[in-house]
């Protein structure tokens, strides 16, 4: 069976939720307790972007929303992070916006909140989450309490991609699909051309592996696809991330309370690289490395 890694990817004990290779081969991760985003070499970890804000009374700082320079930027809850146009787009979900982090600052992408736009107008979000981009610079976004996905093209033209939807989250774009982890029907879906297709779930929350269609899963917020076809999935409620390949969903691997290190306990965002999945698990506050 599969085992975690030794140690940690990060030195830094945070709240990871989102993940990205960058060009440099190095990865950039978003956390929801520091409210920063972490850029990790070899697993040492440096704040790429975000400022220090005051602190709640339990001492988690408490963020904000500030567009400016990297180290005077602040987020309320980066959840999401993908490469888009000349920098990363972040999903800051408590603020209800999406961030562009350029190589010297940060900018509000699109909200009618705002008065002044980097691109795109007339877009409400609430609760955005989950973001992919695809080949030709175009952003998709999990508008996650508005039950739908939303589409910014590298021009700035907005459409709703897919709606009626029930609290979609986790995104990825792989080979001319869009896959959505469907948080509130339990289920994964994807996307070709704006045609909906459901590959895996039947919609009833609960723990069960086997064929796709009957198979059922408790609250997945993430979703990535490996270069050979395979889907991976943070099945968030069941404290596992499971695996869908031939039409066949399985365990990869889930919390057990009787190991020593019953990982993971809430699994988020996913990152495949080569023959490692990476995890980031709030709950345990670490990111994870999965041979897979």
Known sequence: SPAWAAESAMDVMCEPCGIVQTEDGS??????YHKLIWKVVNRESTIYAGGHTVEDPYGEPLGGYHDATLEFSYFKEPWAIVPYLDGYAVSDA???????????????????????????????YSRPTGLAADEEGSLYIADTNNHAIRK???????????????????????????????????RILRIVGGQVEVIAGDGNE???????????FSSPQGVAVSDDGIIYVSDTGNNAVRKIQDGTVTTLIACDQTQMQPYPIAPMGLMVRENLLYVCDRFSRKVFVLER
Not at 98 to 112: E, G, M, P, Y
Not at 206 to 216: E, I, K, S, W
């Open 94 to 124: 408590a603020n209800d916006v999406v961030r562009l982090i350029r190589a010297d600052h940060t900018q509000t992408v699109n909200s009618s909140t705002q008065e002044n736009l980097l691109i795109g107008t007339g877009v409400k």
């Open 27 to 32: 990865f950039l991760v978003t956390d929801t």
């Open 152 to 186: 910014i093209t590298k021009t700035g033209q907005v459409t709703t991609y897919a709606e009626n939807l029930l609290e979609p989250t986790g995104l990825c774009y792989k080979n001319g699909t869009l896959y959505v982890a469907e948080s509130g029907a339990h």
């Open 206 to 216: 609960g723990n069960a592996d086997g064929m796709a269609f009957l198979a059922q």
